[in-house]
């Protein structure tokens, strides 16, 4: 069984942050994108590698993946997965997106989809219906301040 939970943006966990993941919206549509080894799709993200914050991280990984330009990158929650006995934690944002160019040739990425919700087909689907739907409670809660 695995169980995801969500502490404060600013929470720090007592071991080190592993993964920055971005919802990013563009106009009116959610995008994501398929790695190249797979035929599943996913929210943005990566590994924070050695030298970075979870924010460089998430900007890093936004670009790569998506071949955002131009964006506004908010972090939504601090976030924890425990999986087979074993815990790692991460970061969620929220990507505005307002120009993408085209994804890198060097991108791990094959294909880059704009859609309305969460697709069926994801590559982490006990991880990334909830993140999805914290980033969907964040901006309603974010309207109703």
């Not at 993941?21 to 563009?26: E, G, H």
């Not at 924070?48 to 998430?58: L, N, P, R, V």
Request: proline share 6%; charged share 30%.
């Amino acid at each position: 069984m695995t169980e995801v939970k969500f502490f404060n943006p600013a929470y720090r966990p007592n071991i080190k942050l592993t993964y920055s993941v971005i919802a990013a919206k563009y106009g009116n549509t959610w995008l994501f994108v398929r790695h190249h080894k797979r035929d599943t799709w996913e929210i943005p993200g990566g590994h924070i590698e050695e030298d970075e914050t979870s924010e460089k991280a998430a900007r890093r990984e936004l670009m790569e993946e998506t071949g955002a330009v131009d964006f506004k990158i908010e972090c939504v929650a601090t976030y924890s997965v425990l999986k087979d006995g074993e815990i790692g934690f991460g970061r969620l944002y929220l990507a505005e997106i307002s120009s993408l160019g085209p994804v890198p040739d060097s991108s791990e990425i094959a294909e880059l989809k704009m859609m309305d919700s969460l697709p069926d087909n994801l590559t982490h689907p006990d991880i990334q219906p909830h993140l999805y739907q914290r980033i969907l409670q964040y901006l309603e809660e974010k309207v109703n301040i």
